[in-house]
């Protein structure tokens, strides 16, 4: 079947960065990669299931506000 004539996939107002939209940043993201031993990676994932923090971002966060 044909598209009409004049057919956009996308609207020219829809997407695209906009001042003001989408999450505030915290700051400047890094790939980052940690070796721990099992047993601490176990008891951060216990940590975070038990709800004290969200994820593993928000726990190293706290960690370095309290040690930094």
């Known amino acids: 079947m ?10 020219d107002n829809y997407g695209g960065a906009r001042e003001g ?3 505030p ?3 400047v993201s890094k790939p980052l990669r ?3 031993p099992e047993e ?6 216990s940590l975070i299931q ?10 190293f966060r706290k960690l ?5």
């Open 2 to 11: 044909p598209k009409p004539t004049g057919w956009r996939k996308y609207s």
């Open 21 to 23: 939209a989408g999450r």
């Open 25 to 27: 940043k915290m700051g």
């Open 34 to 36: 940690i070796n721990l």
């Open 40 to 45: 601490a990676w176990e008891k951060i994932d």
């Open 50 to 59: 038990q709800g004290e923090y969200d994820n593993y971002s928000e726990y």
């Open 64 to 68: 370095y506000e309290m040690k930094g």
